[in-house]
């Protein structure tokens, strides 16, 4: 399993921080309260509640589709790598080492929805 050193975690938060501030993203203010949100809730349950994350996720069905819209939540995230071409699947330059919160997504159907508010176009592999 992945162990976050103290090097990844402030280089992969600096990144977040400028992409959050640096990427206007189109959405109401209500809208990036509810991503906000999201964002923290997945953080603060992936790393105090992982049972209550296993368990909730255990009745999700489907797969990843790789639209890449879980990255875009809020901002796009640094590390998401656009396809090539069109019509091809979106890559993580880091998903080997991937934060525990981006490994457990979706957790709930809330993750689902959120991920709907800025992944409008593209249907999401995942259900409750």
């Known amino acids: 399993m992945f162990t976050m050193t103290p090097f990844f975690f402030f280089r992969t938060f600096r990144l977040h921080v400028r992409a959050f501030f640096s990427r ?10 509810v991503l906000a949100w999201g964002k923290i809730r997945r953080l603060l349950l992936t790393a105090f509640a992982p049972d209550y994350v296993r368990r909730r996720k255990e009745p ?38 991937r934060p525990r919160n981006c490994r457990a997504f979706p957790i709930d159907g809330r993750d689902i929805r959120d991920r709907d508010l800025v992944g409008r176009t593209d249907k999401c592999g995942y259900h409750c």
Do not use: F, N, W
């Open 60 to 97: 999700m069905k489907g797969k990843c589709a790789q639209c890449g819209a879980c990255c875009k939540l809020l901002y796009v995230c640094p590390h998401l790598e656009s396809p090539e071409e069109p019509g091809m699947a979106y890559k993580c330059a880091i998903y080997e080492e």
């Open 24 to 33: 206007p993203t189109g959405l109401s203010l209500g809208d990036r309260t």
